[in-house]
């Protein structure tokens, strides 16, 4: 049975300590693969793989497209107060647990606290880091090109997202993705 967060998982990429204010405002949830996220809430993912995905209602076929994956000691938001916002859906790979507080208990936080703030800061510059370098991959390299920067960069994405939703979010067929790893391995 879980009753209490692994604070250690989250602080290695996050100045989060032992005295935080958050750490007590946190809710468990567990979940499983048809699990459907609570909207407006920042999650601290402890256990578990979540994907980010859109449906693109102008394809024929598959119809979503995998905006992003979250992993073990990932902390990310779940939203849908704005338009674009709300074309987003989070989906469970497989079975895990997170941790999450309300936004508008996170937004008292931040004002409150330095050690938010500075956390806030950190975790934003790190989105903007990797939206950045997704965007220019999305522009410039080929699928394989996507694939190897994976496979070098984030194994665990080859590792633990299954191919049909890595081939989404390289922007391919699974058909293609098979043909890219033939070539490769």
């Not at 995905?53 to 979503?64: A, F, H, P, R, V």
């Not at 507080?101 to 606290?113: H, N, T």
């Not at 950190?122 to 410039?140: A, D, F, G, P, S």
């Not at 665990?156 to 033939?182: D, M, N």
Request: hydrophobic share 40%; with cysteine.
């Amino acid at each position: 049975m879980i009753t209490e967060i692994d604070k250690n998982i989250f602080s290695k990429k996050y100045p989060i300590n032992d005295y935080a204010e958050i750490w007590s405002k946190l809710s468990l949830l567990k979940f499983a693969k048809k699990t459907i996220l609570p909207n407006d809430i920042l999650c601290f993912l402890q256990k578990g793989t979540i994907r980010k995905y859109m449906i693109d209602s102008e394809k024929e076929l598959s119809g979503d497209i995998s905006v992003d994956f979250y992993f073990e000691g990932d902390i990310f938001t779940v939203k849908s107060v704005k338009e674009i916002e709300d074309q987003f859906f989070y989906e469970p790979i497989n079975n895990g647990f997170l941790w999450y507080v309300g936004m508008d208990e996170v937004k008292k936080l931040f004002l409150e606290s330095k050690l938010c703030a500075t956390t806030q800061k950190v975790y934003l510059e790190e989105q903007l880091r990797n939206k950045t370098i997704r965007e220019i991959q999305l522009l410039k390299s080929s699928p394989k090109e996507i694939y190897l920067y994976l496979l070098k960069n984030k194994p665990h994405f080859i590792e633990k997202v299954p191919l049909k939703f890595l081939a989404s979010y390289i922007g391919i067929t699974p058909q293609a993705l098979s043909r890219i790893r033939k070539q490769i391995y």
